[in-house]
């Protein structure tokens, strides 16, 4: 199989998605081999990005970003097609216009409310397209480089908020929801999407004891990344019509 990747992937004479990619190799293994009922493509796209230098693109050189994108494609032999792309590890960060209150509260719960916070997390986002057979990507031509750009833009922007502004957040729950709604929303051949969104903290450094109160004032001006317990906030929202 490792040999039969290299061999298709040189046989493309011009650079495709890696959704496409994904389903020609998927196409290969359920019509060449007999045997093969069904097969089941993964694949996961680091993204390397031209530098910038003195304001302009360099001719050859290229960093690698941190988020990666995500492709599942389930294809049986008779055309059966489940196509599923996303994104893992887009580390996001807004410094104001967070909080988390009205929660409920019982005789453990220490954690105060607020409206003022900062809001980290890492986006795990895994979306599923309508395309039912695999007659319904040779019938029409669909750029999934470009949705899954589209994608990430939407999110991106969701999140953060209009750039002079930003937006409230809420929660870390309410943030999501909006991220998922905004995607299904806008385009209309996604059926559904997941989000996952780990609450990273960022806590605000505290110098003083007892003894000395006023040892080195802060006014949440330094703060210390943490690897204490923290949620994980998870959901699937799809379309009224649609099957997970």
Same mark, same amino acid.
């Given at each position: 199989?490792?040999?039969? %990747?290299?061999?298709?992937a040189k046989e493309c004479t011009e650079a495709i998605s890696v959704e496409n990619f994904a389903v020609l190799l998927a196409r290969h293994f359920t019509t060449f081999y007999p045997q093969v !009922?069904?097969? %089941?493509v993964n694949i996961v796209e680091k993204p390397w990005e031209r530098v910038t230098v003195d304001g302009q693109q360099h001719i050859h050189g290229f960093k690698l970003g941190s988020e990666?994108?995500? %492709? #599942?494609? !389930?294809?049986?032999?008779?055309?059966?097609?489940?196509? !599923?792309?996303?994104? #893992?590890g887009l580390a996001v960060l807004k410094t104001t216009k967070s909080g988390f209150e009205g929660f409920i509260r019982d005789q453990y719960t220490i954690l105060p409310e607020t409206r003022e916070r900062m809001l980290a997390t890492e986006i795990t986002a895994s979306w599923r397209y309508h395309f039912k057979h695999i007659s319904d990507l040779s019938s029409k031509s669909f750029c999934f480089t470009k949705r899954y750009q589209d %994608?990430?833009?939407v999110l991106e922007a969701t999140f953060f908020g209009p750039q002079n502004v930003g937006v409230y957040s809420p929660s870390v729950q309410n943030t999501l929801y909006l991220m998922a709604k905004a995607v299904l929303n806008r385009f209309q051949e996604i059926t559904s999407i997941q989000l996952q969104m780990p609450n990273l903290h960022f806590l605000p450094v505290n110098l003083s004891s007892k003894d000395n109160p006023s040892l080195v004032k802060f006014a949440h001006d330094v703060f210390l990344p943490t690897d204490e317990p923290h949620g994980t906030i998870q959901a699937t929202v799809t379309r009224s019509l649609s099957k997970l």
């Open positions: 199989m490792k040999n039969t %990747v290299y061999a298709k !009922t069904a097969a %089941v990666k994108h995500t %492709v #599942e494609v !389930t294809l049986k032999k008779c055309g059966s097609l489940s196509l !599923t792309s996303g994104i #893992e %994608v990430k833009k």
